[in-house]
């Protein structure tokens, strides 16, 4: 069976707030994760690969250790600006770390990271795929976040055909295959 590449974003288990942040379709934090490990677990199989592009959790080793290990697939992760805990602790969890970003995929023609880079960053015929925005569209990050977003990406540094996010926000809560996205 082929090895499939998919790629997801923020999924922020057990963070409560996030529910309210980006106005995700849950009751509780636990109706959220056992949401997002179903559908990651519908399109992912066991020898696909996945790319978990930061902010995996907000919560205890103790606690997300099991969900990582129910989610199917090669877990790689680049992680972002939540995803404080060290890496040995990920790795134990299941994950193989990608400890320098952003991380070219040369045959796809894309830059994973986990914050939009800059189009300068971006190497010409290449798209960022990225997390960290969630359900705010680029060019509107700095402007209608009220969760402590002030973040700018102005359209002369970010073009909009250049990034292409796949924060769970904006793609149905699911890791989303790399064909579909280039």
């Not at 894309?110 to 010409?124: F, G, W």
Request: charged residues 25%.
């Amino acid at each position: 069976m082929k090895k499939e590449i998919y790629l997801i974003a923020d999924t922020h288990f057990y963070h409560k707030n996030i529910i309210k942040y980006c106005n995700r379709p849950f009751k509780t934090v636990e109706d959220m994760n056992e949401s997002i490990i179903s559908n990651w677990n519908s399109v992912v199989k066991g020898n696909d690969m996945v790319y978990h592009l930061g902010d995996v959790a907000l919560c205890s080793n103790e606690l997300l250790s099991p969900i990582i290990k129910r989610l199917n697939g090669k877990k790689y992760l680049i992680r972002g600006n939540h995803d404080s805990r060290g890496a040995i602790a990920f790795e134990d969890m299941g994950f193989i770390i990608l400890r320098n970003p952003p991380i070219q995929l040369k045959e796809y023609k894309v830059v994973l990271s986990h914050i939009p880079l800059p189009d300068m960053q971006i190497p010409a015929g290449f798209v960022n795929i990225h997390g960290h925005i969630h359900n705010v569209p680029l060019h509107n990050v700095g402007r209608e976040r009220e969760n402590g977003f002030f973040e700018e990406y102005p359209k002369d540094k970010y073009s909009a055909d250049k990034h292409i996010c796949v924060s769970v926000d904006v793609t149905d809560f699911k890791p989303v295959n790399i064909n579909d996205l280039i």
